[in-house]
């Protein structure tokens, strides 16, 4: 059972960055493909970033390539994502999730999810 937490989301200025971390504890965070997704009111939850277990390799959603970094650090069991020049369509609840199959954007593969941060941007 892995434990997952995210923390750093709040409310920016359109082209304000921001960086969201997750902790994960209760097990071995390396060997987990980690992912975020967000969910603004009113939409389906969305892929918008993944990771490898080492951080090799990542996969990106079209709506925030260029723009958003994410980036794990398996000595301190977090994953995070830098989020830079903010857009309002990116104002959502942005969940971590760990996945044991591999850098995939299908929701149903990852087994753990965090609670989920509240990213605002206002315009």
């Known amino acids: 059972q892995v434990h997952l937490v995210e923390s750093g989301g709040g409310l920016v200025q359109a082209g304000d960055s921001l960086r969201v971390s997750c902790a994960a504890s209760?097990?071995?965070?390396?060997?987990?493909?980690m992912g975020w997704f967000r969910q603004a009111p009113g939409k389906e939850r969305e892929f918008v970033a993944a990771?490898?277990?080492?951080?090799?390799?990542?996969d990106y959603a079209d709506s925030v390539k260029g723009r958003f970094t994410i980036s794990r650090d398996n000595a301190k069991n977090t994953v995070y994502l830098q989020m830079n020049t903010l857009k309002p369509e990116d104002t959502a609840v942005y969940y971590c999730?760990?996945?044991?199959?591999?850098?995939?954007?299908?929701?149903?593969?990852?087994?753990?999810w965090g609670q989920g941060t509240q990213v605002t941007v206002s315009s």
């Open positions: 209760g097990g071995t965070f390396s060997s987990y493909f």
């Open positions: 990771i490898a277990r080492s951080g090799g390799g990542t």
């Open positions: 999730a760990a996945a044991s199959v591999g850098v995939t954007r299908i929701r149903s593969l990852y087994r753990y």
